[in-house]
Nanobody, 116 residues
């Protein structure tokens, strides 16, 4: 069973950038075959999927982040990344990675704050 450790969050001014990382434990073959995604949950909001990447490296994005977020993966390192550019206040949230569809096994997430 895969487990997830997210990192890279922080406090950023509007227009700034962050690169989030998600280290995945578990079988490397299983990871390589698994479609992965980044999710986020803002204060008082439901968790939403913002970006996904398949084993063939095809990607999908929520409309609200298209053109600003880029998801990538390194199968050898069992790591998923999320490059966030032009951060906006609406992007402030706790960010998680997981498979898609997600397993019940969520990590602690990494907090992204956006403030001038």
């Amino acid at each position: 069973q895969m487990q997830y450790v997210e990192s890279g969050g922080g406090l950023v001014q509007p227009g700034g950038s962050l690169r989030l990382s998600c280290e995945v434990s578990g079988n490397v073959l299983m990871f390589g075959l698994s479609p992965m995604a980044w999710y986020r949950q803002g204060s008082g909001q439901v968790r939403e999927l913002v970006a996904s990447i398949n084993s063939d490296l095809t990607t999908k994005y929520a409309e609200s982040v298209k053109g600003r977020f880029t998801i990538s993966r390194d199968n050898a390192m069992k790591t998923v990344y999320l490059q966030i550019n032009n951060l906006q206040p609406k992007d402030a949230a706790l960010y998680f990675c997981n498979r898609t569809p997600p397993s019940l096994n969520w990590g602690q997430g990494t907090q992204v704050r956006v403030s001038a």
